[in-house]
């Protein structure tokens, strides 16, 4: 029985007529006060925070950052100019920002443009480091691994992607090394990808605000697919599904490459697909609800998924290729299925079958694992894990 449940039941009983408000006065008081801890979030260099451009990772840091705060330890963020977020403070450092890693080459070497925005925020936070108790890095470049030793205070740093190049897998091997706790990540699939020898293995999953997600139990005959448009999603084999069952494709996200999206608009012109835009979670969520299934057609090692998780939220069944993250979310055959890597045939039969799936079950698994709360009770343990260790990591 956890602490928490102790004393909710120890309080009733001693209340007899438990008074919630009663009894959560009470259980503040007689939990043993956590240490409050002075973090310091620094984010990714590819775009300012609240314009999309730093994908994923934004939502992370946003949902990291309010669980942290909500939990009473103090928080500064320092991102790229124009960072702007309503109720969370930001330091904005000017500069060019960061290539994205995905657009370059396993071989290539380290890219810095001149007047770096990343370069530029780790001399700040070098310079503010002893106001806190630990830095946490979501930026997925070579730098921050590269600096770990050099700085005072300890740096935990969420690997954000899965293997894509050298240089970058080079030095995050050697903070792991170095640096035991040091590393976290989404999924074990994605922490395989880097050498075997990180240990010990933080996996930190990721999580949503359930709240903003509808429940719809009773869905129309259509599919979603949620992505940036770009080669390594496959985006061609939900289209050929489509085509193939004739079942409508609602289609959203950020066309990176158009190139890749008008190839398979001629390969496919008589697929029943949609292309509704990189929407809000407001708006792609009322679609996705409605939607039989979210088809999840990677062909790169996905570090996680938080597409599948969102879809989950509403209610929304996931069909998969067994690869990366989604194999660490999809409970096969209870909340969708996995299928065989690259085959539209294991996709079709899969989505023929959905009327196996039961989607409150979907929806259950959300709330239990994916929710703000277990995922900030997952990064505060990995906080406390480096912070007791009252040495460097
Ligand atoms: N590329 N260079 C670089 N640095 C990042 O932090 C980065 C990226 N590409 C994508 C990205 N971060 C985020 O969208 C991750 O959530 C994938």
């Not at 448009?229 to 494709?249: C, F, Q, T």
């Not at 999840?296 to 929304?316: D, K, P, S, Y």
């Not at 239990?368 to 997952?378: I, Q, T, V």
Request: net charge neutral; aromatic share 10%; glycine share 6%.
């Amino acid at each position: 029985m956890d602490l928490g449940l102790y004393l909710d039941v120890t309080i009733s009983v001693y209340l007899k007529c438990p008074n919630p408000l009663k009894i959560s006065y009470l259980k503040n008081i007689m939990t043993p006060s956590r240490k409050l801890w002075k973090l310091l979030f620094v984010s990714t260099p590819v775009g300012a925070l609240g314009t999309g451009l730093g994908g994923g990772v934004e939502l992370t840091l946003y949902n990291v950052a309010q669980q942290m705060l909500h939990r009473g330890h103090k928080l500064q963020i320092v991102a790229p100019v124009g960072s702007i977020w309503k109720d969370i403070p930001i330091i904005q450092i000017p500069g060019n920002l960061q290539t994205i890693a995905q657009s370059q080459k396993r071989a290539d070497g380290i890219v810095m443009a001149d007047n770096s925005t990343l370069a530029n925020m780790w001399d700040y936070v070098r310079e503010i480091e002893c106001d806190y108790n630990l830095i946490v890095n979501f930026a997925y470049d070579w730098l921050p691994f590269y600096l770990t030793p050099f700085f005072k205070k300890p740096i935990a740093h969420l690997v954000s992607m899965s293997s894509l190049s050298n240089a970058i897998d080079e030095v995050i091997e050697k903070v792991g090394k170095n640096f035991p706790h040091a590393l976290g990540f989404h999924s074990s699939y994605q922490a395989e990808t880097f050498s075997g020898s990180i240990q010990p293995l933080h996996i930190l999953s990721n999580g949503i605000d359930i709240a903003l997600y509808d429940f719809c139990p009773q869905p129309k005959k259509q599919l979603a697919w949620i992505g940036r448009i770009s080669p390594e999603k496959g985006l061609e084999d939900a289209v050929a599904l489509s085509r193939k069952m004739n079942i409508p494709l609602k289609i959203m996200g950020k066309l990176q490459d158009k190139y890749y999206w008008q190839k398979i608009c001629r390969d496919y012109p008589h697929a029943p697909v949609e292309y509704l835009g990189f929407l809000s979670t407001k708006e792609m969520q009322k679609i996705v609800r409605e939607c039989s299934a979210l088809l999840m057609t990677h062909r790169w090692v996905e570090a996680f998924g938080n597409v599948a998780i969102e879809a989950l939220a509403c209610g929304v069944p996931i069909v998969s290729y067994r690869r990366g993250g989604p194999k660490e979310i999809v409970q096969d055959g209870k909340t969708g299925f996995l299928v065989t890597p690259d085959s539209i045939t294991d996709l079709v039969d899969a989505v023929s079958r959905l009327g196996e799936i039961n989607r409150y079950q979907c929806r259950q698994q959300a709330e239990m694992e994916f929710s703000l709360e277990a995922l900030g009770n997952r990064f505060e343990k990995w906080f406390e894990t480096i912070l007791a260790l009252e040495i460097k990591i």
